[in-house]
């Protein structure tokens, strides 16, 4: 009997089962190399992104180390993006402080440790001085105190300004504050200032060049909205769920008109400007906190048990703390 036929259709189907084996690797591997092909052009992007996003930071990395290798002749090197802005160094007066406290806070920028800037540094940045109250009748005042107080710290400014919002009756801590700061924000640009570092009379400097450190961190880093510190060492209970909030004592960048926007509903609003703020920017815009920034140059150490030699040298690049029990 004749079997070659049968064994021929084995070895047909075999070769069969062969080739469709064959084209379905074939298949496969051309799969696997369209996922590699993908791969490494999301990766290519990925790569691309990271580089654009670190472009700026090396510029402002470049910037701090330009300016940071001489504490004692601190320059804004060409590397800040924004170096060309303007700001201005504001320190607010209400009313319910006496003029003996800021007379104290003032006469320790007289002191060597603490002096504003370096007078023999020929290529020296330069802000501009504010002190800003509630009432017309105040600014007289203060501006024969700023000139009797600081005859040498004076100079460290391009100028000094005195101006109020002219405002008739006490509206309150609180609301007063708002109103200032409001007033601040949208009246500032129009005198052609981009940002405002807000220094109350309890914010007092612990280094000298603080006044470089201050245009430092305003233009030698990405775009910000605050810049400031929130509360060291224990947060005090009653404002537990406040405490990240960065203290008023802060930078303000109000070059931005959307900022400006979205400050504007603190007029007339009750709560602290700096904890509505935090309270209005983490549940609601927090496409918008990469413009929220945590920062060392200030510290706001309200606790009593903040001592300067035990912090200090654990912060080399703090220049001024806020703290009312330091008065």
Avoid at 3 to 25: A, C
Avoid at 53 to 82: H, M, W, Y
Avoid at 153 to 179: E, H, L, T, V, W
Avoid at 300 to 321: G, I
């Amino acid at each position: 009997q004749d079997r070659s036929v049968p064994f021929f259709i084995v070895g047909y189907g075999f070769l069969v089962l062969l080739i469709f084996m064959n084209f379905s690797s074939i298949s496969t591997l051309q799969t696997t190399l369209d996922h590699l092909r993908h791969g490494v052009k999301t990766r290519e992007q990925q790569i691309q992104q990271t580089l654009h996003s670190f472009e700026g930071k090396i510029k402002s990395d470049l910037c701090i180390k330009q300016v940071t290798r001489n504490t004692d002749a601190i320059n804004i090197s060409e590397a800040c993006p924004r170096m060309d802005e303007k700001g201005i160094i504001v320190m607010p007066y209400s009313g319910s402080q006496t003029f003996e406290r800021i007379r104290e806070n003032l006469k320790r920028w007289e002191h060597p440790d603490k002096f504003p800037c370096d007078l023999t540094d020929p290529n020296r940045e330069k802000l501009d001085f504010a002190l800003f109250s509630f009432f017309e009748t105040d600014i007289e005042p203060l501006k024969q105190l700023v000139e009797a107080t600081i005859p040498n710290a004076i100079k460290c400014f391009n100028k000094i300004s005195y101006f109020s919002i002219n405002q008739r009756g006490d509206p309150g801590k609180s609301k007063g504050a708002n109103m200032m700061f409001h007033h601040l924000v949208t009246m500032l640009p129009g005198r052609g200032y981009d940002y405002f570092f807000l220094m109350e009379t309890d914010t007092f400097p612990i280094k000298s060049n603080w006044t470089h450190a201050v245009q430092r961190e305003a233009v030698c880093d990405d775009d910000f909205w605050i810049k400031g510190s929130h509360y060291r060492l224990a947060i005090p209970p009653d404002i537990a769920g406040n405490g990240w909030h960065i203290n008023g004592n802060a930078l303000y960048h109000i070059k931005d008109p959307q900022f400006r926007e979205f400050v504007s509903f603190l007029r007339d609003h009750s709560i602290a400007y700096d904890v509505a703020i935090w309270r209005k920017l983490v549940p609601h815009q927090k496409n918008l906190f990469s413009k929220y920034r945590f920062t060392d140059f200030v510290q706001n150490v309200p606790a009593p048990e903040w001592e300067q030699p035990t912090h200090f040298p654990k912060s080399p690049t703090t220049y001024l703390v806020h703290g009312r029990h330091l008065s």
